[in-house]
């Protein structure tokens, strides 16, 4: 405060250059709407067929558990069990990159295929993706239309224009109701 008021001009230039260098960088400055945020988090989904959850605990997320326990940075595991359907989260360090922890995932989880049944399916890993998550859902509903013809108009018509939109990477179709015909003998 001396500074200022023993030599208040040279503390007014100090301020105006202060503000010109800021108003000249500002044009300079990236802003993202959705920035490129690479979160270490990996996805595996595994299905067998018919199966109730409780076998799916036993036979599916408990060996892949026990695999994939001793992945170095590895910060929290929740695993889900559907019924036909084992879904695992492995979230880890920040440190750690997400090419990194999905080939580790990759690598322990196939490596546990032999102790899982043969009917299971092959496993999905995936990492998360924040920019891939939904930016818009659509929800469809009818005073006359009964739910097979609204989810028939969704697959023939809603989803294929949605598809053709400039920079949708992917649309998806959740709860349509499929035809279906029983042939009583």
């Known amino acids: 405060s001396n500074l200022s008021i023993n030599r208040p001009v040279f503390a007014t230039i100090m301020s105006v250059v ?14 993202e709407t959705y920035p490129n945020i690479d ?6 989904i595994i299905g067998l067929p018919g199966a109730d959850p409780e076998t799916i ?3 599916i997320i ?17 695993s889900t069990a559907y019924a036909g359907v084992a879904q695992l989260v492995l979230q880890f360090n920040l440190e750690k990159k997400s090419d990194v922890a999905a080939q580790d995932v990759r690598d322990k989880v196939f490596g546990a295929l032999g102790d899982l049944p043969q009917a299971a399916d092959t496993p999905i890993i995936q ?3 924040i920019g891939g998550e939904p930016v818009m859902q659509v929800s469809l509903s009818s005073n006359t239309l009964s739910i097979a ?26 709860g349509q109701r499929l035809r279906e015909i029983h042939v009583l003998v």
């Open 127 to 129: 990492k998360l993706q």
């Open 39 to 44: 979160f270490p988090i990996v996805t595996v």
């Open 149 to 174: 013809e609204l989810s028939q108009l969704s697959k023939d018509r809603i989803q294929p224009r949605l598809q053709r939109v400039n920079g949708a990477a992917r649309v998806d179709a959740i």
């Open 62 to 78: 408990e060996p892949i558990e026990r695999a994939v326990n001793g992945i170095n940075g590895l910060e929290k595991l929740n």
């Open 18 to 31: 202060i503000v010109v260098f800021g108003l000249f960088s500002l044009p300079r400055l990236g802003i």
């Open 57 to 59: 605990e036993q036979q």
